[in-house]
């Protein structure tokens, strides 16, 4: 069983910034990739920005705004997203490609952060 857990959502003015962060923890043996969606009411839900290998890419809509990173153990993963503007509002969510001791890889979801670009 895995988990993901995202924190740091919240309601920031346009032109501000946010880090959200996502730990991986459970049945654990190697994470291939992990990635930020976001989708916003009435949208589908969109890549945002996904760190694979040494290898990170990004939606068009935040290159150059949004940086996606992993900490040393390579089980969290953070989205510092700078220059806000409030076509960033949506509900955030991570993504991780794990593979498990003696399980197959998978791909697993957190639950969600709502993140709010608003004067």
């Known amino acids: 069983q895995v988990q993901l857990v995202e924190s740091g959502g919240g309601l920031v003015q346009p032109g501000g910034s946010l880090r959200l962060s996502c730990a991986a923890s459970g049945n654990i043996f190697v994470i291939y990739a992990m990635a930020w969606y976001r989708q916003a009411p009435g949208n589908q839900r969109e890549l945002v920005a996904i760190?694979?290998?040494?290898?990170?890419n990004y939606a068009d809509s935040v290159k150059g705004r949004f940086t996606i990173s992993r900490d040393n153990a390579k089980t969290v993963v953070y989205l510092q997203m700078n220059s806000l503007k409030p076509e960033d509002t949506a509900v955030y969510y991570c993504?991780?490609?794990?593979?498990?001791?003696?399980?197959?890889?998978?791909?697993?979801w957190g639950q969600g952060t709502q993140v709010t670009v608003s004067s």
């Open positions: 760190s694979r290998g040494g290898t990170t």
């Open positions: 993504n991780a490609e794990i593979q498990g001791v003696t399980t197959a890889t998978s791909r697993y």
